[in-house]
């Protein structure tokens, strides 16, 4: 069955980085636009970025455009999201999921906690 299994979150530091990976098994990987959203406590999941099945489109959120970057490598079946410049503001939950525009076609990954504090 479809799984995605997202990693690399932690407890950074205001300005410092993170690499997020999510590992996708049971289905064409390379046939699927992936895209990266986020929770915060009390807020609603919000889209933060998405690239194509080929990786040569991406979109942002206007909150981490120029911050932000996502990738894939289609070879391993992951996904990447490498942040900058992290804000106390970014602290989530983060998850990948299939999809570029939505709808977004479960089933979520467990998701990797994100956590910007000095």
């Known amino acids: 069955q479809v799984q995605l299994v997202e990693s690399g979150g932690g407890l950074v530091q205001p300005v410092g980085s993170l690499r997020l990976s999510c590992a996708g098994s049971g289905f064409t990987f390379s046939n699927s636009a992936m895209s990266w959203h986020r929770q915060a406590p009390g807020k609603e999941r919000e889209l933060v970025a998405a690239i194509g099945s080929k990786g040569i489109s991406t979109k942002y959120a206007d909150s981490v455009k120029d911050r932000f970057t996502i990738s894939r490598d289609n070879a391993k079946n992951t996904v990447f999201l490498q942040m900058n410049s992290l804000k106390p503001e970014d602290t989530a939950v983060y998850y990948c999921?299939?999809?570029?525009?939505?709808?977004?076609?479960?089933?979520w990954g467990q998701g990797t906690q994100v956590t910007v504090s000095s």
């Open positions: 999921v299939r999809g570029y525009s939505g709808p977004f076609p479960g089933p």
